[in-house]
């Protein structure tokens, strides 16, 4: 008795092309399960400090005491100068 065809691949990519071969679809902020804890541990210490000075910032626009990097005065640069003028 012949030996029996054991596998073939025909009309497979056909029929997997016909709804297309999609990516996988990746979440934004993937799990951070599995991830070193100490890094967690500091990431969300760091989140918190950022989320701190934002406010303080948005405080302190509120009150007037802050003006953005863009609306300074051309003459009053000299705050960013890394040397004296």
Do not use: W
């Not at 989140?47 to 863009?70: E, I, N, R």
């Amino acid at each position: 008795m012949a030996k029996s065809k054991n596998h073939t691949a025909h009309n497979q990519t056909r029929k997997a092309h016909r709804n297309g071969i999609k990516k996988p679809k990746t979440n934004k902020y993937p799990s951070l399960k599995g991830v070193d804890p100490k890094f967690r541990r500091n990431a969300r210490h760091a989140a918190m400090g950022t989320q701190k000075a934002v406010a303080a910032a948005k405080a302190a626009a509120a009150s007037g005491q802050y003006t953005p990097l863009g609306q300074l005065v051309e003459g009053n640069l000299s705050c960013l100068s890394p040397l004296p003028l």
